[in-house]
């Protein structure tokens, strides 16, 4: 079966820096996204890993090991603005050249001052 | 501004009725998705479309249908077999299915019962 670990919850104070930890356990991988939810909005992606190693975007990186299954979201100079929620999610490929996107539970961050 | 559009943002369901869940994209994606938002779980697809007039199941398909008529289109009819219909549930699309494509989403239906 198809496996996506992410903690529940997380708690960090504003102006920190905070780390999401993804566990996956998939038959193939194409590549891993993260994506930030607010309560009851859309997700809205944030990033794209397909190699190994660190992507970085302003206040956000993004890192992943194909060899250990593991990728983290990290999250720098924390504002109030960034509590939501965090979805991992991977890529397959499926049947009839579909990629399938498999998401785990996401993990809720507080930022408290 | 290019986007996704769901509606109702509630939508209440009595015993035995269909109700149907707009969503409309002027993105000009190919692909369009619906997934089932559930508290302590993943999203999980119920059904995808690659391209017009053409679409196919998700991992949780039973008791939903939908259509896809046009491109911007993808309505989803929750059916009085869906016997749990109670859920956030999300509209996505992507320029394709490629695997670098991130998917866009609309800001949901919150569907529950009367």
């Known amino acids: 079966g198809q496996n996506i670990d992410q903690p529940t919850e997380m708690t960090a104070t504003e102006g920190a820096i905070v780390q999401i930890n993804c566990t996956y356990q998939?038959?193939?991988?194409?590549?891993l996204f993260w994506y930030q939810q607010h309560a009851g909005e859309a997700p809205t992606f944030l990033s794209y890993n397909v190699l190994d190693g660190l992507e970085e975007k302003g206040r956000f990186s993004s890192f992943l090991s194909r060899s250990k299954g593991y990728s983290y979201l990290l999250l720098k100079e924390l504002q109030m603005k960034d509590s939501a929620s965090y979805l991992c999610?991977?890529?397959?490929?499926?049947?009839?050249?579909?990629?399938?996107?498999?998401f785990g539970a996401g993990t809720r961050l507080a930022v408290h001052p | 501004d290019g986007g996704i559009t769901q509606s109702p943002k509630y939508l209440f369901r009595k015993e035995g009725q269909n109700v149907t869940l707009s969503c409309e994209q002027n993105l000009n994606h190919d692909a369009m998705y619906w997934y089932r938002q559930d508290p302590g779980q993943g999203l999980r697809l119920i059904y995808y479309?690659?391209?017009?007039?053409?679409?196919q199941k998700g991992d949780i398909a039973e008791g939903y249908s939908v259509s896809r008529e046009k491109k911007e289109s993808f309505p989803l009819t929750v059916t009085s077999a869906q016997k749990n219909p109670t859920a956030f549930y999300l509209c996505?699309?992507?320029?394709?299915?490629?695997?670098?494509?991130?998917?866009?989403f609309g800001d949901g239906t919150r569907l529950s019962i009367l």
């Open positions: 999610a991977v890529t397959l490929t499926s049947g009839g050249g579909y990629n399938k996107l498999i």
């Open positions: 996505a699309s992507s320029l394709t299915t490629g695997t670098h494509q991130p998917q866009h």
């Open positions: 479309s690659q391209i017009v007039n053409d679409f």
């Open positions: 998939t038959s193939g991988f194409n590549g």
